[in-house]
């Protein structure tokens, strides 16, 4: 169901620190770093076929438990992700960022959709074109 967790940080560094220490006790190994293209600096952790990743805010404001913060959901189309996208806007989520679609990215190409949820919460749907 999900794609990845993604959770904001104001002290990447100490993230790492914190977070190779709690997750290497679940025998996931060292995050992959990546800097977006828009310059904010990432980690992201792999085990058992999902992610849990760290970041600098996009925005440039400061971390909160919801500030930087994505719940990622995997979806297995494009269309699937635009289904996504029109029911969430549908009951009451509201579409942000681009329009959904095919982005470039550093990690590669990928499809998405971004939405908020009626309290706020930053969902996306991501299909990842073979």
């Known amino acids: 169901m999900f794609s ?4 904001g940080s104001n002290d990447l560094d ?3 620190r914190f977070y190779d220490a709690v997750l290497g006790v679940l025998g996931v190994g060292e995050p992959f770093p990546n800097t977006n293209l828009t310059g904010q600096r990432r ?3 792999r085990h058992d076929g999902g992610s849990f990743c760290i970041t600098e805010p996009i925005d ?3 971390a ?3 500030n930087g913060a994505t719940i990622g959901f995997k979806c297995a189309s494009p269309e699937q992700v635009h289904a996504f996208h029109d029911t969430a806007v549908a009951q009451g989520g509201t579409s942000i960022e681009a329009p959904p679609g095919l982005r470039e990215s550093s990690l590669g190409p990928l499809y998405l959709a971004y939405v908020r949820d009626p309290d706020g919460h930053k969902l996306c749907a991501l299909f990842r074109p073979k």
């Open 60 to 62: 440039g404001a400061d």
């Open 64 to 66: 909160t438990c919801a």
């Open 4 to 7: 990845h967790i993604m959770v």
């Open 43 to 45: 980690l992201f952790y």
């Open 14 to 16: 100490r993230s790492k």
